[in-house]
Nanobody, 123 residues
Framework: QVQLVESGGGLVQPGGSLRLSCAAS????????IGWFRQARGKEREFVAT????????YYADSVKGRFTISRDNAKNTVDLQMNSLKPEDTAVYSC????????????????WGQGTQVTVSS
């Protein structure tokens, strides 16, 4: 079993930044790659970014490429999502997940999920 807990969400103005963190416990997360997804109210869950267990291979959704950066620290069992130049359309509940079917652009490729953290971009 892997437990995932997200933190760092909140309210930010357009153009601002937030850093989300995903803390893992249980089995070592180095066996899994970690992804971030988001779900806006009334919409389906959407892929945001994913990082390989070594931390040197990443994928991003086109909508966040160049603005978001995913990184992981296996010594601390954490995966962060740095979000810059935030837009109102980035408003959603952001969840991290651990998977073993690379590259993990679909929710079905993940085995463990966190509860999520709310990000609201509004003036």
């Amino acid at each position: 079993q892997v437990q995932l807990v997200e933190s760092g969400g909140g309210l930010v103005q357009p153009g601002g930044s937030l850093r989300l963190s995903c803390a893992a416990s249980g089995r070592t997360i180095s066996r899994y790659f970690i992804g971030w997804f988001r779900q806006a109210r009334g919409k389906e869950r959407e892929f945001v970014a994913t990082v390989w267990w070594s931390g040197d291979v990443t994928y991003y959704a086109d909508s966040v490429k160049g603005r978001f950066t995913i990184s992981r620290d296996n010594a601390k069992n954490t995966v962060d999502l740095q979000m810059n130049s935030l837009k109102p359309e980035d408003t959603a509940v952001y969840s991290c997940a651990a998977g073993s079917t690379w590259p993990g652009r679909r929710p079905s490729e993940y085995e463990y999920w966190g509860q999520g953290t709310q990000v609201t971009v509004s003036s």
